[in-house]
């Protein structure tokens, strides 16, 4: 199936640190991707903006060899490449300085969108809000990009929030979690809230819990001293799976629109309950024959961070009375396997005799690999002996179903910076999610910190701690498998 591309309008996207990993890595090469596609308009442009001196064949160069790096198939269109450079510009800046912002304000276009994109640390996000309204390259219609970490607790979020609103409305403000720019993720709500089938069972009478698994099988090296001040809970639970969450249990907007579709996400974390001791696992990698231990990636001999985080909670509203929702992240596990398993509950009777099963459906979700879904099903076991009941997977994988040609379908990164362009923010967090998600995530960890919390040790490539299969053994339950 092809898909149809309309392109957006035209723009100027400034990129402050467009000489940075995440610049190099996703953000242009996405950015190449859509100009290829025909959705980003010839005239656009994009203007990197960082600390190095360079010019704009230096950075054009610069992009060259970053596409050549990062980009799959389209690094072989050498024409399609040189035209994208051509629109390409670079302003040596500096955000805490005065430093070339006349030079940015010169360069800007009247009468296009204007983008900023802040993939710089978030302490730099004031200075550069400041600068671009002095210096009136920013007005009421303009947009600011923002990446995460968005804060580290809620007090930090608060005070990023508050320098934010000093210059822009929360309109202008695009708060990335690139998980939200998922096929698969937005598909849950199409499959939600665009099917008869699913929305009526969807509540505590028919499901018997949730799970959210993000399993990844890299650890943290090159990036250990980061995240050895973050950990799974902040740089995983706190935004991305708590967006997966909240987009299963939403209630169901009444239109598809950012504020609506986000007050009921907000809802969904406010009703979050606080997650006791006990429904708590945190766990870190040991050293295994194809890599160090978390402690050595992280440099810390002595960390108690955990690299992996499974819990147990629930939402205290009608619709999920006494449901729980399992989540487990972590690194270095079995397989990079991301899915949410909607597990229903058990038939109250069978006519079959002789079957004692306990046969449920399962609606998973898979987000990585072969994104797609699938429901298990109960049917009869082909051939003679009579009634035996099997349980089977009615498999759709979106490349099987919606067929390989989806070469200019777009990755999260991409999408969402089109979203940006066109002013959509519904797959974007708003502030109050956040300073919500923070507000739940902080006892939490406050708790964990005061108990001097040591996590439980668990081998590379496993599916994390003993105790995490506990927490679900413990409720007679047990966690899907980890597949690649
Ligand atoms: P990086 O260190 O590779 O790049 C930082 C960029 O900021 C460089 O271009 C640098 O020149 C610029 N910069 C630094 N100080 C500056 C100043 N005073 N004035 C102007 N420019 C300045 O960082 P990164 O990995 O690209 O990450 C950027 C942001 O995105 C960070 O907030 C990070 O947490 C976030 N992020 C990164 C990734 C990733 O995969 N790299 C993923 C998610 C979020």
């Known amino acids: ?21 995440l610049a190099r890595r996703k953000i242009l090469p996405g950015l190449f991707r859509r100009f290829r596609s025909g959705q980003m308009p010839a005239e656009a442009r994009i203007i ?36 994208f450079l051509g629109r390409l510009h670079y302003v040596a800046i500096d955000a805490t300085g005065d430093g070339g912002w006349s030079q940015l304000r010169d360069l800007m276009r009247d009468g296009v969108i204007r983008a900023f994109y802040f993939s710089v640390a978030p302490s730099l996000f004031g200075a550069l809000a400041e600068r671009l309204h002095q210096h009136g390259i920013a007005d009421a219609s303009s947009r600011i990009v923002v990446e995460k970490p968005f804060g580290r607790d809620l007090a930090s979020a608060k005070a ?22 998922k096929e698969t993720v937005q ?20 499901i018997d819990h949730i799970q959210i698994t993000v399993a990844e099988t890299v650890g943290v090296t090159g990036r250990g001293s980061y995240y050895d001040k973050s950990g799974a809970m902040r740089d995983m639970v706190q935004n991305h799976l708590m967006q997966l969450l909240c987009l299963i249990a939403m209630e169901p907007p009444s239109t598809y629109d950012a504020d609506t579709v986000r007050d ?72 990079r396997s991301s899915e949410i398993a909607v597990v229903f509950k058990d038939l109250g009777h069978t006519i079959f005799e002789g079957d004692t099963a306990r046969h449920r459906n399962i609606l998973s979700i898979r987000l990585q690999p072969n994104e797609g879904m699938d429901l298990q099903v109960t049917i009869k076991e082909p051939g003679p002996g009579g009634m035996r009941l099997v349980d089977v997977p009615l498999d759709m994988t979106f490349a099987d179903a919606l067929g390989p040609d989806r070469e200019d379908a777009p990755d999260a990164y991409e999408r969402l910076i089109m979203d940006v362009i066109r002013g959509n923010q519904t797959l974007f967090m708003r502030g109050d999610e956040v300073e919500a998600a923070w507000a739940w995530t902080d006892p939490i960890i406050e708790g964990w910190e005061a108990r001097n919390d040591v996590p439980k040790l668990y081998d590379a490539g496993t599916a994390g701690p003993e105790d995490a299969m506990m927490l679900m053994h413990r409720d007679g339950r047990r966690w ?3 597949k690649g």
Not at 1 to 21: A, E, K, N, Q, W
């Open 160 to 181: 990023l929030n508050a320098t934010l609103a000093e210059h822009f409305d929360e309109g202008q403000i695009y708060r990335i979690d690139h998980y939200l720019g």
């Open 48 to 83: 990197g903006a960082a600390r190095s001196d360079m010019d704009d064949a230096g950075y054009r160069q610069m992009i060259r060899e970053a596409i050549a790096e990062f980009g799959s198939e389209e690094k072989n269109d050498a024409g399609g490449i040189d035209a």
């Open 480 to 482: 899907r498998e980890i």
């Open 264 to 335: 009921e996400k907000l809802k969904v974390i406010r009703a979050l309950q606080p997650v006791e001791p006990h429904q708590i696992v945190r766990g870190q990698y040991e050293a295994s024959q194809d890599g160090p231990s978390y402690r050595d990636d992280a440099e810390n001999p002595r960390s108690f961070t955990e690299s992996f985080l499974a819990l147990k909670c629930h939402i205290a509203n009608w619709r999920w009375a006494k449901v729980p929702f399992y989540i487990r992240t972590g690194k270095r596990m079995k397989a």
């Open 1 to 21: 199936m092809v898909s149809r591309v309309i392109p957006v309008d035209s723009f100027d996207l400034v990129i402050f640190g467009g000489t940075g990993d």
């Open 187 to 206: 598909n849950l709500m199409a499959v939600r809230f665009g099917n008869v089938l699913f929305e009526p069972l969807w509540n505590s009478h028919y």
